[in-house]
C-alpha cells in the first residue's frame, strides 16, 4: 500500500508583528489624513503613533523573522534592475517574502512616514509654527504617501494574478496558498493502464 504523498505545511511569509504593523499602520495613516481639517489629537496621536510604529518595524527589521529583517529581502541596485526587466517583460519570479520592487516600495513609505511625523511634530513647535516649508514638505509628503500607497495596492493586485502567490492574502492570514503542483517531465500525464495480476 502506497503512503500518501507528504504535504509540506505552507511557508510562513509574515509574522503577526508584521501583520499587526501593517494593518496598525494602515489605520494610523488613514486615520491621520482623514482628520486634517480640524488638526487635534486624533490627527496627532495617528501621527505619533505612526512614527512609533515605523520605529518598532525598523528594530524588528533587525531581530525579526527571516521573512521580516531587511538584509534577507532589501536588493541591491543590480538585483533590483534584473528583477525589473523581468516584471517588464511578465517573466517576474515568484518570491516567498517581499519581491524587489516591493522592498524598495517598503522602504520608501517607511521614511516617507517618519518624514511626516517629524515634519507634523516641527509644526507644534514655536520655532516652525506657520513655517512655509515645513508645511509645503508635510503636505507634499502625504501627498507622495497617498500616490505610493495606490501604487502599492495595485502591484499586489497584480502579483496575485500568480498561483501561490496571495499577497494581500498572505499579510493576514501569515501564509501563501502553496502554487499547484507541476507534473514532473518525467511523469505520463495520461491515465495509466491496469497492471497485470
Do not use: Q
Not at 42 to 63: D, N, S
Amino acid at each position: 500500500m502506497n503512503a500518501p504523498p507528504h504535504r509540506h505545511p505552507r511557508p510562513p511569509v509574515w509574522d503577526r508583528f508584521v501583520r499587526f504593523f501593517h494593518w496598525s499602520l494602515v489605520a494610523c495613516f488613514g486615520t491621520a489624513w482623514w482628520f486634517t481639517e480640524h488638526i487635534g489629537l486624533l490627527h496627532k496621536g495617528a501621527g505619533y503613533a505612526a512614527a512609533a510604529l515605523v520605529l518598532a518595524r525598523v528594530v524588528w527589521g533587525f531581530i525579526g523573522s527571516p521573512n521580516a529583517r531587511f538584509a534577507n529581502f532589501v536588493p541591491g541596485p543590480r538585483g533590483l534592475l534584473h528583477y525589473l526587466g523581468l516584471l517588464l517583460r511578465g517573466r517576474e519570479p515568484v518570491h516567498t517574502g517581499h519581491n524587489p520592487a516591493g522592498a524598495v516600495m517598503i522602504l520608501f513609505l517607511l521614511v516617507a512616514v517618519t518624514g511626516i511625523a517629524v515634519s507634523g511634530w516641527m509644526l507644534t513647535l514655536d520655532a516652525f509654527w506657520g513655517n512655509e516649508w515645513v508645511e509645503t514638505t508635510h503636505t507634499r509628503l502625504v501627498d507622495l504617501t497617498v500616490a505610493a500607497v495606490f501604487v502599492h495596492v495595485l502591484a499586489n493586485l497584480y502579483g496575485s494574478r500568480h498561483p501561490g502567490n496571495g499577497l494581500i492574502r498572505a499579510m493576514i492570514t501569515g501564509h501563501k496558498s502553496p502554487p499547484p503542483a507541476k507534473p514532473s517531465p518525467c511523469t505520463r500525464t495520461d491515465t495509466p493502464s491496469s497492471s497485470a495480476s
